[in-house]
């Protein structure tokens, strides 16, 4: 037996409470780690679970968002309204403010999408025809942001804690 892992310890009783207060710290902290691998995995798998639903209802979205575009293609008269619309445009309207939630010691980003308040760029696009249209168009697009932006949210929290949950891991079975 090699004895480079072990420390010098005389058969003394001072010794002795000195080795056990040690076993026991570090029982502490292993117990400690292993309830922070635990929470952080069952966030994991709670983000997981909403990113699959975020993709299947950003699937949705982006098809009826599509569908709507096209409608006003149609109502215009096949013009394209995207160089009407982003010459309209002077300053966003949607916008995107980031937070930081703490889970077990691990800091994730949030994003939180918010519209300004403000008179409409789109006021007078499509008066002539199609009016109704482009501002359903609008709306449907918003929708399609905001679902893009929580998706975002979450793939950014997942690989954050997917990384942190590898590190914490292995600290546990070191």
């Known amino acids: 037996m090699s004895a480079a892992g072990r420390e010098a310890v005389f058969p003394t ?5 000195l080795m056990k ?3 026991k710290g570090a029982q502490t902290g292993h117990d ?7 929470a952080l995995t069952k966030r994991f798998r709670e983000i997981t679970r909403r990113i699959d ?3 299947r209802k950003m699937g949705r979205v982006m098809q009826i968002a599509a569908f709507s575009l096209a409608e006003v293609s149609y109502a215009i008269g096949g013009a394209g309204i995207g160089y009407q619309i982003q010459e309209s445009v002077r300053s966003a309207k949607f916008r995107v403010r980031t937070r930081q ?3 077990s010691g691990v800091f994730l980003p949030q994003f939180e999408s918010f ?3 403000g008179n409409n760029d789109f006021g007078l696009t499509g008066l002539g025809k199609g009016g109704q249209q482009v501002q359903r168009c609008r709306e449907t697009y918003v929708r399609a942001v ?3 932006v929580e998706l975002a949210s979450l793939q950014t ?3 954050i804690l997917d990384d942190v949950i590898k590190v914490v891991n292995r600290r546990v079975n070191a």
């Open 13 to 17: 009783r001072q010794s002795l409470g």
């Open 21 to 23: 207060g040690k076993l």
């Open 32 to 38: 400690l780690l292993k309830r922070k691998s635990e």
């Open 53 to 55: 639903d975020a993709k």
């Open 101 to 103: 939630e703490n889970v």
């Open 115 to 117: 519209q300004t308040e």
């Open 146 to 148: 905001e679902t893009l």
């Open 157 to 159: 929290a997942f690989v």
